[in-house]
């Protein structure tokens, strides 16, 4: 049996197509011609959930451990590719230099540990 | 080199440095319980890849479905809540082996847990490889020496042979293996002995026991405890057998002892249900033959071109009730090249190593076995398959006519001297010269209560007066060597009987 889930799925996808209030209508006719209203608050949920999974993972999230100029952010801008995403800045102490960065489901590691720890193993490789 | 050179060949390795940005895939949690872990986002994830909590655990991404990756939690998976980040390593699972592993009790991950220190790395050693091909490999043709008479004359084992050691509990099987290992001393064998679901305290009887025989110096214990989380079961066999192939890479001969594989397959079934892949015969998932198999099929026996190495695999089976026909058992069997069958009945009855000589058999082994062991065996076999039929009639012994009651005579001396104690492997030509009087029937003058008695005073007066023949035994058999034996024999006989 179809589930709400998939519901949910499937009513964006058909939001995003560019006749979309046809499509809509269709779903919700096919909706109600299955009986399938009762379950309409759970699709609704995970519509929601959807919608905010996609909007973090449209943020770029810069952590470091002191607020960044914006020329910096630009820098990071560019080497993750989110020209035009919105931008979240954390402090975070546990980065003692330079910063992390998460962006569509990648991390960006551009910390000073990480680079002291590559240069560790190049040194006694 | 002198300091100033040194200090300038860093300097320019730290001038070429680039700092780069490191990219790695992340997924988020969805959910976790029971030691798995359902993963989104890790769209690129590769099968068997590990996977980093952000708690540090590691995981290995074993279902990679459309929306998530089922992944099993190797470590504590309590403080992995929902919503947290799982890295991709871009790394297939693999295991840091070195020749300091020798000698040291270490969980499936190969951290030691012997409280010893660290553990030098060579390399990592992936633990899912690929079998050697047909043309890398060689028929068995050298023996592995057990120690145990019954087996080492009757069910031979082969260096690089699959030998299923099989039974139900209590009957000593790992004692069998054991007593294995212990016999590998001197013989250029490296050991890798893999406990699978077993109680702690058994398995440090077993590596108290291998100390105090000296047998640590060749082997190493890889131990996924029944405290342990299945997904460190399920992997454990696959670390004892990368850290053999290790020892094979190397040309060297290695022998791994999987104990037991029925609490494998347990294991894996609970991973796989828990990760709800459709549940076949007994609840175990639809390739649980593969998981064996493809396990088993990295024992072999290289040839001199791929350095001549071999690894001998020993797995056990635990069965319920002496029933071997059950899933695994005939898995297992089929798998491998013969089953040594131990049976509660004869355990019970006092005859150990309780192994049924009639459902035994090595499909392999008989071409690996010594000459002078071949030419011994062969009617003592015939012996005992007399002895099997006759036994029935045993109880009608004053009805029977003389040639029968000789022939279960024979038979019970047999089944006594293929008797043995516990931790005391018989070295081969002593087996030998035992058999042969036996066959020659050379200890018909004995009774049966003191064939025992016969045999030890025999080894010892062989090691103290006939050390050169037991050389020549090792080196083969001629027509010199049986009358040596014969005339041994015959001067021993006249001291212990008289």
């Given at each position: 049996?179809?589930?709400?889930?998939?519901?949910?799925?499937?009513?964006?996808?058909?939001?995003?197509?560019?006749?979309?209030?046809?499509?809509?209508?269709?779903?919700?006719?096919?909706?109600?011609?299955?009986?399938?209203?009762?379950?309409?608050?759970?699709?609704?949920?995970?519509?929601?959930?959807?919608?905010?999974?996609?909007?973090?993972?449209?943020?770029?999230?810069?952590?470091?451990?002191?607020?960044?100029?914006?020329?910096?952010?630009?820098?990071?801008?560019?080497?993750?590719?989110?020209?035009?995403?919105?931008?979240?800045?954390?402090?975070?102490?546990?980065?003692?230099?330079?910063?992390?960065?998460?962006?569509?489901?990648?991390?960006?590691?551009?910390?000073?540990?990480?680079?002291?720890?590559?240069?560790?193993?190049?040194?006694?490789? | 080199?002198?300091?100033?050179?040194?200090?300038?060949?860093?300097?320019?390795?730290?001038?070429?440095?680039?700092?780069?940005?490191?990219?790695?895939?992340?997924?988020?949690?969805?959910?976790?319980?029971?030691?798995?872990?359902?993963?989104?986002?890790?769209?690129?994830?590769?099968?068997?890849?590990?996977?980093?909590?952000?708690?540090?655990?590691?995981?290995?991404?074993?279902?990679?479905?459309?929306?998530?990756?089922?992944?099993?939690?190797?470590?504590?998976?309590?403080?992995?809540?929902?919503?947290?980040?799982?890295?991709?390593?871009?790394?297939?699972?693999?295991?840091?082996?070195?020749?300091?592993?020798?000698?040291?009790?270490?969980?499936?991950?190969?951290?030691?847990?012997?409280?010893?220190?660290?553990?030098?790395?060579?390399?990592?050693?992936?633990?899912?490889?690929?079998?050697?091909?047909?043309?890398?490999?060689?028929?068995?043709?050298?023996?592995?020496?057990?120690?145990?008479?019954?087996?080492?004359?009757?069910?031979?084992?082969?260096?690089?042979?699959?030998?299923?050691?099989?039974?139900?509990?209590?009957?000593?099987?790992?004692?069998?293996?054991?007593?294995?290992?212990?016999?590998?001393?001197?013989?250029?064998?490296?050991?890798?002995?893999?406990?699978?679901?077993?109680?702690?305290?058994?398995?440090?009887?077993?590596?108290?026991?291998?100390?105090?025989?000296?047998?640590?110096?060749?082997?190493?214990?890889?131990?996924?405890?029944?405290?342990?989380?299945?997904?460190?079961?399920?992997?454990?066999?696959?670390?004892?057998?990368?850290?053999?192939?290790?020892?094979?890479?190397?040309?060297?001969?290695?022998?791994?002892?999987?104990?037991?594989?029925?609490?494998?397959?347990?294991?894996?079934?609970?991973?796989?249900?828990?990760?709800?892949?459709?549940?076949?015969?007994?609840?175990?998932?639809?390739?649980?033959?593969?998981?064996?198999?493809?396990?088993?099929?990295?024992?072999?026996?290289?040839?001199?071109?791929?350095?001549?190495?071999?690894?001998?695999?020993?797995?056990?089976?635990?069965?319920?009730?002496?029933?071997?026909?059950?899933?695994?058992?005939?898995?297992?069997?089929?798998?491998?090249?013969?089953?040594?069958?131990?049976?509660?009945?004869?355990?019970?009855?006092g005859i150990?190593?309780?192994?049924?000589?009639?459902?035994?058999?090595?499909?392999?082994?008989?071409?690996?076995?010594?000459?002078?062991?071949?030419?011994?065996?062969?009617?003592?076999?015939?012996?005992?398959?007399?002895y099997?039929?006759?036994?029935?009639?045993a109880?009608?012994d004053?009805?029977?006519?003389?040639?029968?009651k000789a022939t279960l005579d024979h038979g019970a001396k047999s089944v006594e001297l293929l008797k043995?104690?516990?931790?005391?492997?018989?070295?081969?030509?002593?087996?030998?010269?035992?058999?042969?009087?036996l066959?020659?029937?050379?200890l018909d003058g004995i009774q049966k209560e003191k064939v025992q008695a016969w045999e030890?005073?025999?080894?010892?007066?062989?090691?103290?007066?006939?050390?050169?023949?037991?050389?020549?035994?090792?080196?083969?058999?001629?027509?010199?060597?049986?009358?040596?034996?014969?005339?041994?024999?015959?001067?021993?006989?006249?001291?212990?009987?008289?």
């Amino acid at each position: 049996m179809i589930n709400s889930r998939t519901l949910a799925e499937t009513a964006v996808i058909l939001s995003q197509k560019s006749d979309a209030p046809k499509h809509i209508q269709a779903f919700i006719e096919y909706m109600n011609k299955n009986n399938l209203n009762g379950i309409l608050p759970q699709v609704l949920d995970h519509i929601k959930r959807l919608s905010s999974k996609t909007s973090e993972e449209e943020t770029l999230h810069i952590y470091s451990k002191y607020d960044l100029a914006k020329k910096d952010i630009d820098r990071i801008r560019t080497a993750t590719g989110a020209h035009d995403a919105h931008v979240e800045q954390h402090i975070d102490n546990s980065v003692i230099g330079g910063f992390n960065a998460t962006y569509k489901g990648y991390m960006y590691d551009g910390s000073l540990e990480t680079q002291v720890i590559r240069l560790k193993t190049m040194l006694t490789r | 080199m002198n300091t100033e050179t040194l200090i300038k060949k860093i300097e320019t390795q730290i001038n070429n440095f680039e700092t780069n940005v490191d990219v790695t895939e992340y997924g988020i949690v969805q959910s976790i319980g029971d030691g798995i872990a359902r993963v989104s986002g890790l769209s690129h994830c590769k099968a068997s890849e590990m996977i980093e909590f952000d708690n540090g655990t590691m995981g290995v991404a074993l279902n990679l479905e459309e929306d998530t990756v089922g992944i099993i939690v190797l470590g504590d998976y309590l403080s992995i809540k929902e919503g947290d980040k799982a890295k991709r390593t871009g790394n297939i699972l693999a295991i840091p082996v070195g020749d300091a592993i020798v000698g040291r009790v270490v969980d499936p991950l190969a951290h030691p847990i012997d409280g010893k220190g660290d553990i030098a790395k060579d390399v990592d050693q992936l633990i899912e490889r690929v079998a050697p091909g047909v043309m890398t490999r060689e028929p068995v043709s050298v023996p592995m020496q057990t120690g145990i008479k019954v087996i080492d004359a009757l069910v031979p084992i082969g260096r690089g042979q699959r030998e299923l050691i099989i039974g139900d509990r209590q009957t000593g099987k790992t004692a069998l293996a054991i007593d294995t290992i212990i016999n590998q001393k001197g013989q250029h064998m490296k050991c890798v002995y893999v406990a699978i679901g077993q109680k702690k305290s058994k398995v440090m009887r077993a590596v108290r026991r291998l100390e105090t025989a000296g047998a640590m110096e060749y082997t190493t214990i890889v131990l996924a405890g029944a405290s342990d989380p299945s997904s460190l079961q399920y992997i454990a066999p696959y670390s004892g057998v990368a850290i053999a192939e290790y020892f094979l890479d190397k040309g060297e001969d290695v022998l791994v002892v999987y104990d037991d594989l029925s609490k494998h397959a347990a294991a894996y079934r609970e991973i796989s249900l828990l990760l709800r892949r459709p549940p076949g015969r007994e609840a175990y998932p639809g390739d649980v033959f593969y998981l064996h198999s493809r396990l088993l099929e990295r024992a072999c026996r290289l040839n001199a071109d791929n350095g001549g190495g071999s690894i001998t695999a020993l797995p056990v089976i635990e069965t319920q009730g002496g029933d071997i026909s059950a899933y695994i058992p005939t898995n297992v069997i089929s798998i491998t090249d013969g089953q040594i069958f131990l049976e509660a009945g004869l355990f019970n009855k006092g005859i150990r190593p309780a192994i049924n000589v009639g459902f035994s058999v090595s499909r392999v082994g008989g071409s690996a076995q010594a000459k002078a062991m071949k030419k011994t065996a062969g009617p003592m076999k015939l012996a005992l398959a007399q002895y099997r039929e006759l036994e029935s009639f045993a109880q009608f012994d004053s009805d029977l006519d003389a040639q029968t009651k000789a022939t279960l005579d024979h038979g019970a001396k047999s089944v006594e001297l293929l008797k043995q104690k516990q931790y005391s492997p018989v070295s081969m030509p002593k087996q030998v010269a035992a058999i042969y009087a036996l066959n020659n029937k050379m200890l018909d003058g004995i009774q049966k209560e003191k064939v025992q008695a016969w045999e030890q005073e025999f080894y010892s007066f062989l090691d103290a007066s006939k050390s050169s023949l037991l050389t020549d035994i090792e080196k083969g058999w001629t027509e010199d060597i049986e009358q040596n034996l014969t005339s041994a024999i015959t001067e021993f006989n006249d001291v212990f009987t008289g």
